[in-house]
């Protein structure tokens, strides 16, 4: 099956600073990926649609400002979430869309301290 | 608007038992998808089994079956000869298309444990 990678896997960064999350499709092409944040035992939240070559488009209550993100190409797009604050610590899971279905990739654990 | 709904929050099975997951979701499309998706402890979001709603037949994966009702707006998953390794959260889905752009919503979950 398609196969999305997403880097870093967990990432520790002080609060104020930026990082930066990618993700990747490495054997298929994908026009769209989805970003989507997940709380302990809750359910994915979509954050954002990413398209290549176009601005993404944010859902209600996201903060397009703080969450970046860039779709370069078509096996990849990133998610920078600029300024954090502990209450951004989260995981954060992608996906990448295929002509079939969703491909989703493994996650980043995103702690600011 | 499209929701999902899971109103199982937690379900236990006896190792080599048959459980059953519930699902509903709320749509005026006639034409859509229902995948049911695994999330063991790794966190790595797995697909389990995909409906398509103009498809009669229940879906089979295996030792995965639906019980697909469309007036009913139901979509429960049944897992047969349960293993350890089917502990996990379970989300139920649905995507209006196949359509890029088209974004999946999600129900709430279901945690099942297996008892061994």
């Known amino acids: 099956g398609a196969v999305v990678s997403q880097h870093p896997s967990w990432v520790i960064c002080k609060s104020g600073t930026s990082v930066k999350i990618e993700c990747r499709s490495l054997?298929?092409?994908?026009?769209?990926m989805f970003w989507y944040r997940q709380f302990p035992k809750q359910s994915l939240m979509l954050m954002a649609t990413s398209n290549e070559g176009s601005k993404a488009t944010y859902e209600q209550g996201v903060e397009k400002d703080k969450f970046l993100i860039n779709h370069a190409s078509l096996t990849l797009s990133t998610l920078t979430v600029t300024s954090a604050h502990p209450e951004d610590s989260s995981f954060y899971i992608c996906s990448a869309d295929s002509i079939i279905e969703q491909y989703f990739g493994p996650g980043t654990r995103l702690t600011v301290t | 608007a499209q929701t999902v709904t899971q109103s199982q929050p937690e379900m236990s099975v006896q190792e080599a038992e048959t459980v059953t997951l519930s699902c509903t979701y709320d749509t005026s499309e006639s034409d859509y998808y229902l995948f049911w998706y695994k999330q063991p402890p790794s966190r790595q979001m797995i697909l389990v089994i995909r409906q398509e709603a103009y498809k009669q037949q229940n879906a089979t994966e295996n030792r995965f079956s639906v019980n697909f009702q469309k007036a009913a707006k139901s979509f429960s998953l049944k897992i047969s000869d349960s293993q350890l390794g089917d502990a996990a959260m379970y989300f139920c889905?649905?995507?209006?298309?196949?359509?890029?752009?088209?974004?999946?919503?999600f129900g709430p979950g279901t945690s099942l444990s297996v008892i061994p």
């Open positions: 889905a649905y995507r209006r298309s196949k359509t890029s752009y088209d974004k999946v919503i």
């Open positions: 054997d298929f092409q994908a026009t769209t």
